[in-house]
């Protein structure tokens, strides 16, 4: 794009005073439309450069700017790609109505310029998908799921790499459901598929595997989970090093497990380790610095240590609030946390104060016992 807007100024410039007039006044349309895409396709790198950041609210700023560009665009599959972009934005700030609407228009402009079978809708599909698992509508997840896997199955293959995301999609819908035999079928194919196309050090292959163990230890096969855990962690730290936040996300999976195990002074070492990477590579407003932050404070309180599960509390609740902003599901869930902290310390006052920031109604007083 770059060297065909250089030859269009270049032209633009060197372009003979006797040239046809309508060619003339061609030019500087055509030279508009061109930096109006380049402008946009640095937009999107910086989107994707803010959301890896945790910089959400800037990355927001951004996207309302080139949602304004995006006007009379003809490029069918940058418009489409933009709107993607922009989706994910605002579905991780928690504005899911905005999202939806993004990802439809998408999935419209795909089927109109491509026809409704083609692999770019099926992304799109599986991007539905999972804004309405975050939603807790997992029948119409599903259905927008097996929808993505049909298409790619159909133009793909069955063991395209990309068939097999359909497949550990929908897995973790079933694992969500509680089908934890059909979930394991679906993640055992898509691992097997990875691992068919890419060899058995591929990052995929990881994703798989730490799926996987999750499933396992949601059913208590700690052994079965640990040992793909362990696995899914050598194959991260050689491709990424011990210091990325990919790892950090195995490290921080880890100590939950250790903590269903009743292993919590191993569960806290894990945790804190997730948490010094986080911190050190996504900065401390990064959402994922807040999750390790609040699986830190309710390891805290099992251990009964609540004046540092109340300052863990804050610190987490602080993180999101940066990049999530105060209103966002996340934020509210660990605010019911710390109120059950409260209530748990006997500092009920803290509690009612809190529940009236957030409209809550005050849970009763314990009664006085003579």
Known sequence: MMTRLIAVLFLAMTILPFAAEAETAAMPAQIENDFTVLKIQLGRQQIGQLYKEGKYDEAADVAEEIMKMTEGLSDHQLLADTF????KIFQVKGEYARAAKLYERALEIRNESAGKNNPAAARTLSSLALLYQQQGDYGKALRYSRKAWDIRKKTLGKRHPETAISLNNMAGLYRIRGDYKDAEKLYLEALSIWTENYGPKHLLRAKALNNLAIL????????KALNLFDQALAIRKEAYGKEHPAVATLLNNMGSLYKSQGHLEKAQKFYEEAERIWVKTLGDGHPNVAKVRN????LYQDLGRLKEAEEMFHNAISSAEKSLGPAHPFVLQMQMNLISLYYAAGQVQEAHDLE?????PSAPAAPVLA
């Open 356 to 360: 009236h920031k957030m409209k809550l």
């Open 295 to 298: 699986n830190l404070a309710l």
């Open 84 to 87: 993607e972009d922009i989706a």
């Open 216 to 223: 396992y230890q949601e059913q208590n096969h700690y052994e």
